[in-house]
């Protein structure tokens, strides 16, 4: 069963919004013929123990999942990596769904699903059963407030991906419009995991085919993750980007399975006519898709994704990143953070350091040392300064795109230091902040009073976490200088 439709094409390639119970009909009419219709004769304790005896059938399988009522109405429709695990969670004795969610525990009677491929099938598929439905108990999915879509702008000569509560803005004219969707985050993170599949820009640059400029373009730190193929630096031809957005668009619409066969067969072609190059994309491409599911259970095991360096960081970094978006008010979400830090002993071998973390764990091909050669000794703030000029010189010239957020070890001075270097160049960067030690505030670009956050906070523990990585890297360059002028000396 497809899961993809178009909003503007007014087509649903899957459920119809009329005809889902006809999809699932065993489970109610099992309840049925035992008697177990959550009818006024069943005690809530019995109906509730019933319900959770039907769980324990499922499969432990990505899929939607609806709760009904004894009249067979939808009162809630949601999504699960795993039916089975998901859908029994309801009814256990300790189940706390929420004051929202609570209620629906006295009046749900039964429940179907549908068995999808994968989560993104899963969400897509909730998404366009709320929307037709309206469940009583999605009523904060069902309000007013303004769905998300997922626009690809095919007008371009390397078309972008992005999410939009406006699809009828005049920027995605033209465009191919996914959606609605129910939830934001999800779709993010959908998004960001099938980037790690067709490697599809994320950014806003005004990228053109045959430009000279693109030559010159540094890439973003997407480009050596594997998770975009640099049509700004001109590392993609405009044909074979085309051939990943046109597989990327095709994925939606398909059943995974379907697409899956399709890559195969247009592996087998290409690599017929010698074309090793573009079958080697596509088996990449068949291998990612594969691993889907492999990699979102991974990505929930943090101590398997952070690096020992930063252990002393216990948490969800995607949790953090959001928190962090929030405390900034920040429109996108963030994605890159870097980090600078200043190191001497007794006023000698001053050093800086910088850090670069990608959704929140950290890149080590993006760390930088730098040995300051203009500040006098002991003066942090002109090593900040030297620093920043010469590691976002051509961020600053428009030949490449600062990170999301810019952190600096420090407090409101060694903000202002780095702020006074950022003034020099021509393209300023979207945020910049302190991180104090002692006090733990932090200091934000435009704003007149520190920001103070329990000591709790998943954007301050995220940030604490990267500050004290820089911090690391930099006392270890530090002290490798320091030996080596020993060493001379003796």
């Known amino acids: 069963m497809g899961c993809a439709w178009e909003a503007y094409g007014g087509s649903w390639w899957g459920l119809s919004a009329g005809g889902y119970n006809q999809a699932m009909t065993t489970r109610e009419s099992d309840s049925a013929s035992s008697g177990g219709g959550g009818g006024s004769e069943e005690s809530r304790p019995d109906r509730l123990r019933r319900l959770a005896k039907s769980a324990r059938g499922l499969p432990a399988t990505p899929g939607v999942y609806l709760m009904k009522d004894a009249q067979g109405r939808v009162l809630y429709v949601g999504k699960a990596s795993s039916l089975r695990s998901r859908v029994g969670s309801y009814f256990i004795p300790s189940a706390d769904l929420g004051p929202k969610k609570q209620p629906m525990l006295d009046v749900v009677a039964e429940f179907d699903v549908i068995e999808c491929e994968g989560e993104w099938e899963a969400l897509l598929m909730e998404a366009r059963l709320i929307k037709d439905i309206h469940p009583r108990f999605n009523s904060a999915q069902t309000d007013d407030k303004t769905f998300p879509y997922l626009a690809v702008t095919t007008r371009e000569d390397f078309p972008g991906v992005y999410i939009t509560r406006n699809p009828a803005d005049g920027r995605f004219t033209g465009s191919r419009i996914f959606g609605p969707f129910t939830s934001v985050t999800a779709l993010r993170e959908a998004v960001q995991l099938l980037q790690r599949v067709f490697r599809y820009r994320t950014c806003t640059l005004d990228i053109i085919h045959g430009d000279p400029k693109n030559s010159r373009f540094r890439p973003c730190l997407l480009h050596p993750i594997k998770q975009c193929t640099a049509p700004c630096g001109a590392k993609i031809t405009k044909e074979a980007y085309r051939r990943d957005i046109d597989r990327f668009i095709r994925f939606l619409g398909s059943k995974r399975s379907v697409i899956l066969r399709e890559l195969n067969e247009e592996m087998d072609a290409a690599s017929a006519q010698q074309r090793y190059e573009e079958a080697a994309v596509i088996r990449d491409q068949i291998s990612a898709i594969e691993k889907l599911d492999d990699r979102e259970k991974r990505a929930r095991s943090i101590e398997t994704d952070w690096q020992p360096e930063v252990t002393v960081f216990a948490g969800d970094p995607s949790a953090g990143l959001r928190s962090l978006q929030k405390t900034l008010d920040l429109e996108e979400p963030v994605r890159c953070m870097e980090a600078i830090d200043i190191a001497h002993l007794q006023g000698g071998e001053t050093v800086g350091s910088k850090v670069a973390f990608i959704d929140g764990r950290p890149f080590k091909d993006g760390y930088r040392r ?33 990170p999301d957020v810019i952190l600096i070890d420090g407090g409101l001075g060694q903000l202002h230091a780095a702020l006074e270097a950022f003034d020099q160049l021509t393209i300023k960067p979207p945020m910049v902040i302190s991180l104090a030690k002692k006090e733990e505030l932090i200091y934000a670009q435009q704003r007149t009073a520190p920001i103070k956050l329990g000591r709790d906070n998943a954007g301050l523990r995220l940030c604490q976490a990267i500050r004290d990585e820089a911090h690391r890297f930099a006392q270890h360059y530090h002290r490798i200088l320091r030996r080596k002028s020993v060493l001379e000396e003796d």
């Open 370 to 402: 730098y040995k300051i050669k203009s500040a006098a000794p002991g003066d942090d703030y002109m090593a900040l300064r030297e620093v920043v000029s010469r590691r976002y010189r051509d961020a600053g010239e428009g030949n490449e795109l600062y």
